[in-house]
């Protein structure tokens, strides 16, 4: 989507610095940092670039399109990984990528679900794509099942976000990780025996573990058939 032209900036005062999308995405960004997409209303945003909501409207449309703004200028912080050398090199540069994602998308606490809920075409996510792109056609993926994975791994990593910031939100994780282990040792053995048995093995991974797993296995599939 092209960027549509910058607003002219009315202010006078020289104590303010210009209105711009750059200016009020920076806005956007450090109040998500600090308070979470859910608790940021246009109101806050305003605030903080010293000016009234309704002068927002000038640069963005909706609360939904400066969010959406404010994703792309977040992909856009996301360290990309390049491949090196040796025939596995693509896959390890593509989950470092995907890490970096989920950890950049982490540091602004609901921003993952505006990814989920949101088909990016803006120049952050452009380059993010890009680069996946790039990385598996290093590793004769062919096109089309490239163009699915992109997809894919976007979703992993925004649900990813997600999940990690409901787990940020329990403070006491490790009470609730033996909790659970408990009540598997504790199932009927006759019923779920394989639960009981693997309990230990089910709640103990950390979710750095989990979460390396998954990629691999994702992008085992990716490379593993050559047909759809």
């Known amino acids: 989507m092209a960027q549509p032209a910058e607003p002219v900036s009315r202010r006078s005062r020289p ?11 920076g806005a956007a960004r450090s109040l998500i ?3 979470g997409v859910d608790a940021v209303a246009l109101r806050h945003v305003a605030e903080r670039v010293e000016t009234g909501p309704a002068s927002l409207y000038a640069y963005f449309g909706s609360r939904d399109i400066l969010l959406e703004h404010v994703l792309d200028a977040v992909y856009a912080e996301v360290e990309l990984v390049d491949a090196g050398g040796g025939e596995h090199g693509w896959r390890e540069a593509l989950a470092g990528t995907v890490g970096n994602t989920i950890e950049t998308l982490g540091r602004y606490p609901g921003l993952g679900a505006v990814a989920l809920g949101s088909i990016p075409t803006l120049p952050g996510a452009l380059r993010l794509a890009e680069h996946e792109l790039s990385l598996m056609e290093a590793g004769g993926v062919p096109e089309e099942r490239a ?14 976000a997600v999940e990690r910031g409901v787990r940020l939100d329990r403070p006491h994780d490790d009470v609730e990780r033996r909790r659970v282990r408990t009540a598997y ?10 639960v009981a048995r693997a309990a230990a093995l089910l709640t103990g991974p950390d979710d750095r573990a989990r979460r390396d797993f998954a990629l691999q296995a994702i992008i085992t599939g990716i490379q593993g058939s050559r047909r759809l």
Do not use: T
């Not at 163009?147 to 990813?160: E, P």
């Open 15 to 25: 104590s303010k610095d210009p209105l711009s999308r750059q200016a009020i995405v």
């Open 33 to 35: 940092r600090e308070r």
């Open 147 to 160: 163009a699915l994975a992109v997809d894919l791994l976007a979703q992993f990593a925004a649900s990813s």
């Open 185 to 194: 040792e504790a199932a009927d053995a006759d019923l779920f025996p394989r």
